[in-house]
């Protein structure tokens, strides 16, 4: 007997259900529904992953039967078979609560050998049974398994994975996408824009690095890849290369991609991406009073990079001379994920290093602008919702010639860009990787993906956008009155960038 595996609560019937009457703290335990309205819906799921478990245990004995299985494929084979095995006596524990007992019987049926899951019901009589689809009058009820051949299909002909989706009239789909939190956030869009277009269609899933950025996310439930009525899709948004050419923007990339994957026809509905805040985040300020005494506005400001893409980098020092202007009027708080480049800004709240992917989103939303690069933090100032009589989150991006500003820029920021003013991206973003090679090794050093026009460190594009211009429009967002002028008639920040 294998041991079970710890009962995840998407796979628990509620253990605190009157009707179960059982109480319990186990942290592994959902909310307490309150009711068993929906305790039937419950043990559904928990019969179709057996189905599932079950069916797929079958597939695996073919496969395993195999003569010219190599040794690695035994062993994979092997392991999975043993995941499933302490599955379905997981499973068979999350019906206890129900009140029930479930075994499984051989069964000769005419079409050949099929498997029955008994589900017995022994409480005594009077006692009040579970909602389920055993009849009042009933103490039992059994469920045939269709066992797949070796083909795949089921005894009356139709594959396992059509049959099993057919079932609950949904398509189960699992989106894997393991790239940079910015091109996620991307992601959270699409889930999005499937769940609210297609309502009813789908159950989704997602396999990223960045699962803080799905928390509270109401189209997201918990799906195994190993279910054989699971799609798996690794994302991709190949209109990327036709961005200097085509009318579109970064957030329609994974929606078009799953568009055409999906057989549907979705467009965004919302030019952000999709993200979810706690209770304590709404009402709770990630700033204290103490890091902001005078109650300063809250900008963030992301003065580096990664080394990756140091084409993308403005100088610091005019980062600097930004937080020097607005010094007594914002407090800027310096963030900046550990082993990139970012040099420490004076004057700011240093968070260097010190933010979770979910810190992120909390400040975000408490955030009353953004300064930054062509990032992830420009992203999550779209996406993140705005507080309570906010109008809006400004964010100030230092863009240079990299990327096409339709494909990038949000209506309420302010893209500072030179698309179309220099030889180097006359016609479009260049889309280049370095400023200069590192010697680490990475194509990005290659010739055909270097900055072609460098000037004192920077790409010129860069260096054509002045901490003056950054400032004049960080004003503009604090007020709706034009800049002030000075008593010789110049902006007060005519002199920053000379």
């Avoid at 319990?24 to 529904?33: A, H, N, Q, R, S």
């Avoid at 506005?297 to 607005?326: L, M, N």
């Avoid at 420490?344 to 709240?349: A, I, S």
């Avoid at 863009?399 to 030889?423: C, D, I, K, S």
Wanted: net charge negative.
């Amino acid at each position: 007997m294998f041991e079970p595996l710890p009962i995840k609560a998407d796979l628990m019937p509620c253990l605190a259900c009157p009707d179960a009457g059982i109480r319990t703290d186990d942290p592994l335990v959902p909310e307490i529904c309150g009711s068993s309205s929906d305790c039937g819906g419950r043990l559904e799921s928990i019969k179709q992953k057996f189905i599932h478990a079950y069916s797929r245990l079958n597939i695996l004995s073919d496969q395993l039967a195999s003569p010219v299985l190599q040794i690695e494929q035994k062993e994979a084979l092997l392991t999975q078979r043993q995941f499933l095995e302490r599955a379905i006596v997981a499973f068979q524990d999350a019906c206890i609560p129900f009140g029930f007992v479930v075994e499984t019987v051989d069964m000769v049926e005419a079409v050949g050998v099929a498997k029955v899951l008994r589900f017995t019901h022994p409480t005594p009589d009077g006692v009040k049974k579970p909602k389920a689809e055993a009849s009042d009058s009933s103490s039992s009820f059994d469920i045939l398994i269709p066992i797949p051949d070796a083909s795949g299909n089921t005894v009356d002909g139709r594959g396992f994975e059509d049959s099993a989706a057919s079932a609950s009239g949904k398509q189960r789909i699992i989106l894997k996408a393991f790239l940079s939190p910015g091109d996620i956030l991307m992601l959270t869009a699409a889930v999005r824009e499937i769940a609210e277009s297609c309502p009813g269609q789908f159950e989704i899933d997602i396999r990223t690095p960045c699962g803080a950025l799905w928390e509270h996310n109401p189209h997201i439930i918990h799906l195994e890849e190993w279910d054989p009525s699971v799609r798996t899709i690794d994302c991709e948004y190949p209109i990327v290369h036709h961005s200097n050419q085509r009318p579109y923007h970064f957030i329609h990339g994974y929606i078009r991609f799953l568009s055409k994957e999906l057989g549907i026809d979705i467009e965004p509905t919302q030019f952000k991406g999709d993200v979810y805040l706690s209770e304590h985040e709404k009402s709770t300020s990630f700033i204290s009073p103490d890091d902001n005494p005078g109650g300063l506005p809250v900008w963030i400001i992301s003065a580096g990079g990664k080394y990756d893409f140091t084409i993308k980098w403005w100088h610091w020092r005019r980062y600097q001379e930004v937080v020097d202007a607005f010094r007594g009027r914002i407090l800027f708080v310096q963030v900046g994920e550990e082993g990139h480049f970012h040099p420490k800004l004076n004057h700011t709240l240093d968070l260097r290093g010190k933010t979770t992917l979910r810190d992120m989103v909390h400040l975000m939303h408490w955030a009353d602008g953004v300064v930054c690069g062509v990032t992830f933090h420009m992203h999550l100032a779209a996406a993140t919702p705005l507080r309570s009589g906010q109008k809006a989150r400004p964010a100030i991006v230092v863009a240079g010639g990299r990327e096409p500003p339709h494909w990038e820029a949000y209506p309420t920021h302010q893209f500072l860009h030179t698309v179309g003013l220099l030889p180097c991206c006359s016609h479009g973003g260049c889309w280049k990787s370095r400023t200069l090679p590192l010697g680490d090794g990475d194509a990005k050093d290659d010739p055909q993906n270097l900055c072609v026009d460098v000037v004192g460190g920077l790409p010129r594009c860069m260096d054509h956008i002045t901490a003056d211009q950054v400032c004049r429009q960080i004003d503009l967002a604090l007020s709706s009155t034009p800049l002030d002028k000075n008593k010789n008639g110049k902006d007060n920040y005519g002199e920053l960038s000379k």
